[in-house]
């Protein structure tokens, strides 16, 4: 990969900061009289669950592509053995 191209782990961690620096911009003294806020902050906490499950399903992708190329490594090592 080139230093141009960011992994799905950098994107994840990238809407993390994202969700929470718009969570944050909705503070009471900033929004005090605004009756759009509590939708705005169930929608942004809805889209810090599903960051949450994305980074769970690419943790165990990326678990299960190292489980792969090990094994892999091992019928290598185990053919050259025979």
Same mark, same amino acid.
């Given at each position: 990969?080139?230093?141009? *191209?960011?992994?799905?782990?950098?994107? &994840? !961690?990238?809407?993390?900061?994202?969700? /929470?620096? $718009?969570?944050?911009? %909705?503070?009471?003294?900033?929004?005090?009289?605004?009756?759009? *806020?509590?939708?705005?902050?169930?929608? &942004? !906490?809805?889209?810090?669950?599903?960051? /949450?499950? $994305?980074?769970?399903? %690419?943790?165990?992708?990326?678990?299960?592509?190292?489980?792969?190329?090990?094994?892999?490594?091992?019928?290598?090592?185990?053919?050259?053995?025979?």
């Amino acid at each position: 990969m080139n230093g141009n *191209t960011l992994d799905p782990a950098r994107i &994840i !961690s990238i809407l993390e900061i994202l969700l /929470a620096q $718009l969570d944050a911009s %909705l503070s009471p003294q900033m929004t005090e009289g605004d009756t759009r *806020t509590d939708l705005l902050k169930k929608r &942004i !906490s809805g889209f810090k669950d599903q960051t /949450a499950r $994305l980074k769970t399903v %690419l943790r165990k992708h990326q678990d299960a592509e190292r489980r792969k190329r090990a094994l892999v490594k091992q019928n290598r090592q185990n053919t050259r053995r025979h």
